[in-house]
Structures are given as structure tokens and as C-alpha cells.
């Protein structure tokens, strides 16, 4: 879609979590995500960083992210 992860629930099937669609930047990414997705499953929201730009609701949406610098 857009080489970017996808974080978080489903908006329609119940107790499915995203974590996945790296694009080959998983091993640079993945500290960052557990962490977020540890507290997502905590505290129902991201909290060390705002991650809410990765979530499923873009796909759905048709919404990419569209990276401004990319050596």
C-alpha cells in the first residue's frame, strides 16, 4: 500500500492487533513498536509516542503516508 507498518486493533474484527508491513525497516522499527503496541494493550492509547498515523483506519480510509525525505 504504502511500505509503511500498520499498527493496531481492527475496526471490525474483535481482539485482531496489527503489527506488521514494514517494508523491510521491521528490524529498525520493531523497538519502537512493541513498545507501542505493549502500551496500546495497556492503556488503550499510544502514549512515549504518538503512532496513531500507522493505524489500520488509513488503509481502510485509502489514506497513505507519504515520506517527504527518503534517501
Do not use: C
Amino acid at each position: 500500500f504504502d511500505h509503511n507498518a500498520i499498527l493496531g486493533p481492527h475496526n471490525e474484527v474483535e481482539n485482531f492487533i496489527f503489527l506488521n508491513g514494514f517494508s523491510g525497516h521491521g528490524l529498525q522499527q520493531s523497538p519502537a513498536m512493541g513498545r507501542a503496541t505493549a502500551e496500546w494493550l495497556t492503556y488503550g492509547a499510544f502514549r512515549a509516542l504518538d503512532l496513531s498515523p500507522f493505524k489500520y483506519e488509513r488503509i481502510v480510509e485509502n489514506r497513505m503516508i507519504v515520506e517527504k525525505a527518503v534517501i
